[in-house]
């Protein structure tokens, strides 16, 4: 099992910036995925996010070149730097650790933390 923490969630005006960081705990997996997904109110949960073990990263069209992810792998600690915060990324922002092994692959998601950019 992996468990998962967020923080740095809270309130931002637009144009604002906000660090969100997941600490990992538990079993480890030499190959993982760390992610952060969110979820605004009535809109499916879609993928902001993701960086490897190795270092490869991904984003969504929608936050690419306002938002970076980053990893601490002796903390197992993955970060979201969100600059440039409009209403739009209002939401729900949930961290995920995709553990892989030769046989599976497994999520752990952690319980989420809103963040809301609102004047």
């Known amino acids: 099992q992996v468990q998962l923490v967020e923080s740095g969630g809270g309130t931002v005006r637009p144009g604002g910036s906000l660090t969100l960081s997941c600490v990992a705990s538990?079993?480890?997996?030499?190959?993982?995925?760390m992610a952060w997904y969110r979820q605004a109110p009535g809109k499916q949960r879609e993928l902001v996010a993701s960086m490897s073990s190795t270092g490869s990263s991904d984003y969504a069209s929608s936050v690419e070149g306002r938002f970076t992810i980053s990893r601490d792998n002796e903390r197992r600690t993955v970060f979201l730097q969100m600059n440039s915060l409009s209403p739009e990324d209002t939401a729900v922002y949930v961290c995920?650790?995709?553990?892989?092994?030769?046989?599976?692959?497994?999520?752990?998601w952690g319980q989420g933390i809103q963040v809301t950019v609102s004047s």
């Open positions: 538990g079993n480890r997996f030499t190959s993982n995925v």
């Open positions: 995920n650790y995709q553990a892989r092994t030769i046989q599976t692959i497994r999520n752990y």
